[in-house]
């Protein structure tokens, strides 16, 4: 099982910044790619943004050239660097990890962190 904790959300201005970061901890065998999603009250979980061991990013087209991904394999960890926040961009935003428990399993497992909360205000 792999246990993944968020952390760095807050409350910030239109048009500030906020850096997320998730820790992945578990005895397993490797993690592939990581992301961020996001709801907001009322609305489906969406994309936010993932990338790959081998640092491949996607972006959902609302946070591109804002918000920028990036990963310490080393570390087992994903960072959300969020700039020029705009009020839409509140929601809880959750840590998501897809990973093999041991070598030559067939399928990828799947790991949520439990969310944390990002408020824009205006």
């Known amino acids: 099982q792999l246990q993944l904790v968020e952390s760095g959300g807050g409350l910030v201005q239109a048009g500030g910044s906020l850096r997320l970061s998730c820790a992945a901890s578990?005895?397993?065998?490797?993690?592939?790619?990581m992301g961020w999603y996001r709801q907001a009250p009322g609305k489906q979980r969406e994309l936010v943004a993932t990338?790959?061991?081998?640092?491949?990013?996607n972006y959902a087209d609302s946070v591109r050239d804002r918000f920028t991904i990036s990963r310490d394999n080393a570390k087992n960890t994903v960072y959300l660097q969020m700039n020029s926040l705009k009020p839409e961009d509140t929601a809880v935003y959750y840590c998501?990890?897809?990973?093999?428990?041991?070598?030559?399993?067939?399928?990828?497992?799947?790991?949520w962190g439990q969310g944390t909360q990002v408020t824009v205000s205006s």
């Open positions: 998501n990890a897809n990973y093999r428990d041991y070598a030559g399993q067939a399928y990828f497992a799947q790991a």
């Open positions: 578990g005895s397993i065998f490797s993690i592939n790619t």
């Open positions: 990338i790959t061991r081998g640092s491949t990013k």
